[in-house]
């Protein structure tokens, strides 16, 4: 706890980080997809897509298969894979070459590349066991809604696969959608109006930086990694309260909720 302009006035910063909420996020789905594979186990998986949290799906899924290849296209997210001999980072090139020669034979896909990701195509020449695709929608956006296609990657596997699309929403709260990066922000946004309306708070503040421009535009992954280990929210008040501050934040993080839709 810190002094504001006088002693009066208490500078509190939340313990709960802005990795914290985008890891309790990445567990709820991650969670989601472990339900519809029913402890189910695979020789060779492969996941379309590391930012924001393919790399912790591989972590986990790695547990319940021989080989896990994490494609991106990105040959600078190879910096978030983990250190890990199950796991092998791959850039989109790369893997299409490998796939071109045979091999590579997954028995689970899961794509979470969302909107703008992995063309249906392409995905299109796999035979999985289980194909899984996370559909990127929240609520209704005419422009998203148009822009998406994963019933597009689906339809290849209806006939041939057991195939699951994880969704993702926010409990009587508005997300356009169901990205990582999306939720964690909108949870503390949502999070900080609700505690600058108890009493004694003068105002609590986002610590919300534009993340994607520091991954995508500067290629920095420390930065990135040392952005997000901020404390999630700011808090200028009269009184101590942390513990009410900390209480909203979990009780807005725990409105997630995500689960597998079988087809």
């Given amino acids: 706890m810190k002094y504001g302009i006088t002693e009066m006035v208490k500078t509190i ?12 996020i990445a567990k709820k789905k991650y969670q989601a997809i472990r339900d ?5 186990e695979f020789k060779e998986v492969v996941i379309f897509g590391v930012y924001l949290w393919g ?21 600078f997210m190879k910096g978030f894979v983990p250190n890990n001999n199950n796991i092998k980072f791959l850039n989109l090139n790369e893997f299409k070459l490998k796939f071109m020669r045979n091999e590579v034979n997954p028995d689970l896909i899961v794509d979470l590349t969302g909107l703008g990701g992995v063309e249906p195509e392409f995905l299109a020449k796999f035979n999985p066991k289980v194909f899984i695709v996370e559909d990127p929608k929240g609520v ?9 296609n994963t019933y597009k990657r689906i339809a290849p596997f209806i006939e041939k696969a057991k195939v699951g699309v994880l969704k993702t929403y926010r409990k009587a709260r508005v997300s356009k959608t169901s990205g990582t990066m999306t939720l964690t922000i909108d949870t503390i ?9 108890l009493d004694g708070v003068l ?3 986002p610590n919300l930086r534009y993340y994607e421009g520091i991954i995508f535009h500067e290629n920095d992954i420390h930065k990135f990694l040392s952005e997000i280990s901020q404390p999630a929210i700011t808090i200028s008040t009269l009184n101590d309260v942390l513990e009410e501050a900390e209480e909203i934040l979990s009780n807005n993080i725990n409105l997630i909720y995500s689960f597998v839709e079988k087809l």
């Fill in 203 to 205: 105002y609590a503040i």
């Fill in 55 to 75: 790399n912790y799906t591989a972590q986990m899924l790695s547990k319940y298969a021989e080989k896990v290849y994490l494609v991106d296209i990105h040959e």
């Fill in 140 to 148: 209704f956006d005419v422009d998203i809604y148009e822009a998406d």
């Fill in 13 to 24: 910063d939340t313990k709960t980080r802005v990795i914290d909420v985008t890891n309790e």
């Fill in 36 to 40: 519809f594979l029913e402890g189910e």
């Fill in 189 to 197: 946004v949502d999070a900080s109006r609700e505690i600058a309306s």
